[in-house]
């Protein structure tokens, strides 16, 4: 049984997030975008605690389409894949994906395609209201062709005499994908007009999303909200943009509201858990994760964040069952190598360094792109006071991951010590990019200006 | 995704390889034994019909004979079973069952034996009728508001939806706009007829309009079962709700309002009898089938939704109450009450596993299958960890992430400087006005250990020497083979150079499998070059304006044995004196006491002295250190003769002020030929020609002193490359003089060397005076600083040419006081105070937390 949910099938492609035409300001005001990280100012953990995504957000506890890839500044970073996202290669358009959902058009029937789309009379369906929305639902999914979909739903919506609120809601979706998001705007609010549902206010919020006014999707769900109240789906999206937002406290209520309703949300127990985690209280976290694997979720990422949580939490006698099964049930290379890193945090924490750097080792061997493994040996190899191999490391971490002020930070710290007071200067500025509230960054901007002012 | 699972009370899998779906489940007191206990009946697409009623002994109890209380093959498959009033005449409950062509209805009856399993039950055909259409599902109740008996009706799969009065036809009529049937229900209270169609509508249509409706296609009419005429069917309500609907359920509880549920694909409605919404819930997962039932707290209602993933979910109106996992995917539930058991909820699969369960807190439990893991063997366990460890520092030696650097370069160049000059020499277009140029051959080697490309060698001397060929380029060579090329050295320029040393640097690529383009690497050698290169041997003079007088700690050397190459051996045994001419300088005499451990060098000049001192220290240190002794140490009693060297500074100086001025005339002119040529080019494109006005004769006279200061220019750019050079070995001299002095650490020295000779090329912009007075004055404020106070600092942001350099001499004259007074050249005091708070900074990223 296939269950295909269109609001959620979607992850903004490279060529829509650089070549953005709907963006109405270059740079939009604090607080109104989420396409720059509020980054001067971070609520809940900041980065030194709570690891970011390329866009500089807080790391969410659930992957979801479009969560991880974030919006990058410039196409460099777009290219770059970010490392939780599951596929090498980043998503070049939206239509990857759908493209991939309607593989099954690709299969080749003996006799011919089942429906051929160009022999068929649209206008003479499109007066049969009850095989037109079928068709319409075989156009549009099976055989991903949007263009005809939507010159069904055109004259199909004529034919209703513009009173049947699906066929817009149809013509929203098929112009949605086609990225023309006023007129899916248009669409979407009419159909309102004639029936409040549930998913066209999800639609809608999500067009707005897209149009990067997280604000008006925020009122346009909790217009939802008044008239289905506690609906579930509405509140995860409004924590949702919370959450992209950066307001992780706003996006913890609402989670904590969808859990009162539907206390089997897996997505509202890992956000709630990872925030408790990241906020200093493995103990309550681990509750949230233990509770997942009652659930029966089953799988390494779970694993691998009770083996942490019992770790911050002082249980010891669970940590290494916990990282064994990650390891068992890890699936791809990338998993292994999340998992190693974690582990090499364990021995960083009880003091093995030497285990802390095989581990940190066995992360890179497994991806070769873990910019913190990257960095976290560096720091290992600068306390055996190997400064040719930490300042190499260093600099493939910063160059993998650029948003994480870490490696820069460690860069600048080195190549102080080594009185090389210009990289030093250059890089402590892009530490200071990456997480202006950083004091210690400060601390060393302020001793080196003090220093160039001398010379 | 649920914590717990439904307790199983009773289970069974009913027959093999059969076929169920929604409408084959049924439960109710079919043999009105009036006892409340509620009979399951099951009825299969192969045409089984099955009732049951389950009694386990205790919860969890398998299936037994007894629980079975009829089995029977009908011949046709069974679309549907329904209980209700459906023979005329009684009330009892009757068994209709749905075939696609045919509907019968049958009474259910049981006798009881002695025991328990004596008891027996039969069915008995009440009547039956042949439909004409595929029979779809059906509907029954008292249609039209009758007392006491329930009327059925049939969807057929075309849309007609056909009405029997119990035993009678009533009448047939088709759904407008029908493409699929839909689930179908009775509504009492409204008295119609509520189902789903392609449309995508929730409809409504009142059992009257339907009896009194005619139907579009009157054609059909005449041929199918006799239906009256009436008015076109129209819906009583329509709602649109945009998704095919898996089921509908009409009830009304006692305290509760009516309300219609449909089961959508995506989403879960609550209709009010006028079509209105009441609520909705959009579900995130595929239900399968629902059920509504009274709700323990005021005005809700609960429903139990199946859904794709094993799950029963139970919700109050929208809040989700309970989850459970089910072993089956249900397609049909239903609530019973069996012996004392009231709501039990009974489940079928499609596959016909039929469970009666309840709910509990029993965990569903997950059992995790077991990790791999081994009994422990502490002894087997340290052997492996030691020979893991073993593997692991030796593979740590040969790969790593990053190469280690190799200890040994894969390619070595050594410089061979003949030790004894050309016999002919090699100097070409040499500017020395001297009568022979000698010339020095160095042969220069590249050994390599793998195959390099690309090698280009350059060599590089000091000013004023010169090379036959600076530069050699070999495109690949053979591992082992060395190659060798030789080239000579000689004196170009008229001056003395600064320094005798020479550098040579081999750049190469290592191309390796993965790389063809190679890793550039470098490699590089120093020379020094012998000083019979730049001077020869004459006469010793007596007469000279400079000296210089080097104390030793040992016996006085025989000149001979230091100085081999410029003296013939034979004629004098021991020599005190020597002369050395050199080739574009004065003459330096070396005098050693005979007496006494001191030695004297002296010349005309006072840059020209240190070539020759600097090679006699050298040669000194090595034929002491030939010889075994190892105190050997050289000292300089001073004062250090700083007024020849504020001398060398002042001319430098000047020669640069000079260069300044003329330039400044230089751009002056330029600036008057650019206006004399504007006005020129300005009556040349006039169209009425005017005069020249002798401006061509000024243009001429100003480019020819345009010309004549670019040469005067360019004539003291070279003296002033010659003033620094001479700067430079007076400069070397004096820092060698101040280490013998003070007897300098070599640290130190090098200390004062980067104090006194910057790196940068001499120019116009920063020239020596500037930066070394930096330098200076950096010094006396930090480490030869005499009180604290000095060690404030005011600078002045940019290095700018001096107006004189009476500042800069002071400084060097306090340079050496304060050396003199024991001041230490050392950075570190201050540079320790800066490591301390450098390491505390380092930081881990912080922990990438998977997901769940």
């Not at chain 1, 089942?114 to 095989?131: E, V």
């Not at chain 1, 190598?337 to 940190?360: R, S």
């Not at chain 2, 206990?37 to 019909?49: A, E, H, N, P, R």
């Amino acid at each position: 049984m296939v269950y295909v949910d269109e609001i959620d099938v979607d992850q903004e492609g490279i060529a829509e997030m650089t070549l953005d035409e709907n963006s109405i300001a270059q740079v939009a005001r604090p607080g109104t975008s989420l396409r720059q990280a509020t980054a001067k100012k971070h609520e809940g953990p900041s980065p030194a605690v709570r690891p970011v995504t390329q866009s500089g957000r807080p790391l969410t506890g659930f992957v979801r389409p479009g969560t991880q890839s974030g919006r990058p500044g410039t196409m460099e970073q777009a290219i770059r894949t970010p490392r939780t996202a599951h596929t090498a290669r980043p998503i070049t358009s939206a239509s990857g994906r759908y493209i991939r959902l309607g593989t099954a058009s690709m299969l080749t029937n003996p006799d011919g395609p089942f429906i051929n789309l160009s022999r068929l009379n649209l206008s003479k369906y499109a007066h049969s209201p009850n095989l037109a929305k079928t068709l319409f639902e075989y156009i549009f999914h099976h055989e991903n062709d949007v263009k005809n979909a939507l010159e069904l739903a055109a004259l199909a919506t004529e034919n209703a005499q513009f009173k049947d609120w699906w066929w817009k809601v149809q013509l929203g979706k098929c112009y949605y994908r086609l990225g023309l998001f006023r007129e899916a705007e248009n669409q979407f609010k009419s159909a309102l007009a004639h029936q409040d549902m549930v998913d066209t206010f999800l639609y809608l919020g999500k067009v707005y999303a897209r149009m990067d006014q997280p604000l008006t999707a925020l009122s346009m769900y909790k217009q939802g909200l008044d008239r289905f109240p506690k609906e579930v789906t509405l509140l995860c999206a409004v924590a949702r943009i919370h959450e992209e937002m950066n307001n992780l406290t706003s996006a913890t209520e609402y989670y904590k509201e969808l859990l009162k309703q539907d206390n089997t949300h897996v997505e509202a127990i890992a956000c709630i858990g990872s925030n408790h985690f990241y906020t200093d209280q493995p103990e309550i976290a681990l509750r949230f994760y233990r509770r997942l694997l009652q659930m029966g979720v089953y799988n390494c990422e779970l694993f691998n964040n009770l083996g942490l949580c019992c770790f911050y939490a002082q249980q010891y006698d669970m940590i290494l069952t916990s990282f064994e099964r990650a390891l068992s049930l890890a699936e791809n290379d990338e998993e292994v190598a999340e998992v190693w890193y974690n582990l090499g945090h364990v021995a960083v924490g009880i003091g093995d360094l030497n285990l802390a750097y095989q581990c940190f080792k066995l992360t890179l061997a497994n991806n070769n792109d873990h910019a913190e493994a990257y960095n976290n040996l560096a720091v290992l190899e600068m306390r055996k006071n190997h400064v040719e191999q930490a300042r190499a490391l260093l600099q493939t971490s910063a160059a993998l991951a650029p948003h994480m002020y870490e490696p820069h930070f460690n860069f600048a710290c080195l190549s102080d010590k080594i009185g090389d007071l210009q990289s030093s200067y250059v890089a402590a500025q892009k530490s200071e990019a990456a997480f202006p509230d950083h004091v210690e960054t400060q601390q060393l901007l302020e001793k080196l200006r003090q220093h160039f002012a001398m010379i | 995704m649920s914590l717990f699972k439904a307790r199983d009370w009773w289970s069974t899998t009913l027959g093999e390889n059969e076929e169920y779906d929604q409408g084959c489940l049924s439960v109710a007191d079919v043999d009105n034994s009036g006892s409340g206990q509620d009979k399951i009946i099951v009825g299969s697409y192969s045409g089984f019909l099955r009732i049951i009623s389950p009694h386990p002994a205790k919860a969890g109890d398998g299936v037994q004979a007894e629980d079975l209380l009829l089995e029977v093959q009908l011949r046709d498959p069974v679309l549907q079973v329904e209980v209700g009033k459906f023979v005329s005449g009684t009330e009892l409950l009757h068994l209709a069952v749905l075939h696609p062509k045919k509907l019968c209805v049958y009474s259910v009856s049981g006798t009881l034996g002695n025991v328990e399993h004596g008891n027996q039950y039969q069915i008995k055909l009440m009547y039956e009728h042949n439909l004409q259409r595929t029979a779809c599902n059906m509907t029954h109740g008292p249609f039209g508001g009758v007392k006491g008996r329930d009327l059925i009706c049939i969807q057929s799969m075309d849309g007609m939806l056909m009405f029997f009065e119990q035993e009678s036809y009533a009448f047939g009529r088709y759904l407008p706009g029908f493409l699929l049937p839909g689930p179908l229900r009775y509504s009492p209270k409204t008295d119609s007829f509520v189902t789903v169609s392609s449309c995508r509508q929730v409809e409504s249509y009142k059992y009257q309009v339907l009896a009194v409706a005619t139907d579009a296609d009157t054609k059909k009419e005449i041929e199918q079962q006799k239906i009256g005429s009436g008015k076109k069917l129209l819906a009583d309500w329509i709602l649109n709700i945009g998704e095919q609907a898996l089921d509908i359920s009409i009830v009304s509880f006692n305290h509760t309002a009516f309300s219609i549920f449909v089961l959508g694909e995506r989403n879960f409605f609550c209709l009010k009898e006028n079509g209105q919404i009441r609520f909705m819930k959009k579900l995130e997962y595929s239900p399968s089938c629902f059920l509504p039932y009274c709700s323990v707290s005021e005005g809700t209602i609960n429903s139990l939704v199946g859904n794709h993933n094993n799950m029963l979910l139970v919700y109050q109106d929208m809040t989700l109450r309970w989850a459970a996992q089910l072993p089956h995917i249900p397609v049909a539930v239903k609530v019973a009450n069996f012996q004392d058991m009231k709501g039990i909820i009974v489940t079928l699969s499609d596959c016909g596993h039929l469970q009666c369960s309840y709910f509990g807190t029993d965990p569903s439990l997950f059992q995790a299958p077991k990790v791999e893991s081994r009994d422990i063997n502490y002894e087997e366990l340290d052997t492996e960890m030691k020979e893991l460890q073993r593997i692991i520092k030796e593979a740590t030696k040969t790969q790593d992430i990053l190469p280690k650097i190799e200890k040994e370069d894969d390619l070595t160049l050594s410089a061979n400087v003949s030790p004894v000059l050309d016999a002919v020499s090699q100097a070409v277009d040499s500017a020395v006005e001297s009568e022979a140029v000698p010339s020095v051959t160095v042969k220069f080697s590249i050994r390599t250990r793998l195959h390099v490309q690309k090698t280009v060698l350059a060599i590089s001397v000091p000013p004023f020497l010169a090379l036959t060929q600076d530069q050699f380029i070999f495109h690949s060579i053979e591992p082992g083979v060395a190659k060798s090329v030789s080239v000579s050295v000689f004196l170009k320029g008229n001056c003395p150079p600064s320094d005798l040393e020479g550098s040579a640097v081999v750049s190469y690529n290592t191309p390796t499998e993965l790389n063809p383009e190679g890793v550039p690497r470098v490699a590089q050698c120093k020379f020094r070059l012998p000083l019979r290169l730049v001077c020869l041997p004459v006469p010793p003079s007596k007469a000279a304006n400079h000296k210089l007088t080097i104390d030793t700690n040992k016996p006085p050397v025989n000149l001979v044995n230091l100085f081999p190459d410029f003296i013939e051996r034979g004629d004098d045994d021991q020599v005190s004196v020597l002369g050395f001419q050199l080739l574009a300088g004065q003459k330096v005499t070396l005098l050693a006491s005979k007496t006494s451990q001191r030695y004297r060098i002296q010349s005309e000049k006072f840059e020209d002295l240190w070539l020759v001192t600097k090679e006699f220290i050298m040669r000194f240190e090595e034929y002491f250190l030939k010889q075994g002794v190892k105190d050997f140490t050289c000292s300089f009693s001073g004062p250090i003769p700083l007024q020849e060297f504020f001398e060398l500074i002042d001319q430098h100086f000047e020669f640069r002020m000079n260069t300044e001025k003329y330039e400044k005339l230089l751009s002056e002119r330029a600036v008057q030929f650019r206006a004399i040529q504007k006005l020129l080019l300005t009556r040349f494109k006039d169209k009425t020609p005017a005069p020249l006005h002798n401006l061509d004769t000024l243009l001429d006279g100003t480019y020819r002193q345009v010309l004549g200061i670019a040469d005067a220019a360019e004539e003291l750019q070279n003296n002033l490359f010659r003033a620094f050079i001479k700067l430079k070995a007076a400069t070397q001299l004096i820092i060698l003089l101040i280490g013998l002095w003070q007897k300098l650490s070599k640290d130190q020295i090098t200390f004062l060397e980067s104090t006194l000779l910057p790196l940068q090329q001499d120019g116009q912009e920063l020239g020596w005076e500037e930066s070394v007075d930096a330098a200076l004055s950096h010094l006396l404020r930090t480490c030869l600083s005499k009180s604290s106070k000095e060690q404030a600092l005011n600078l002045t942001s940019q290095l700018t040419i001096p107006k004189d350099t009476s500042k800069l001499k002071k400084h060097i004259t306090l340079l050496c006081d304060r050396l003199a007074k024991g001041g230490r050249l050392s950075l570190s005091a201050d540079s320790a105070s800066q490591q301390s708070n450098l390491t505390q900074g380092f930081s881990t990223s912080s922990l990438s937390l998977g997901t769940a």
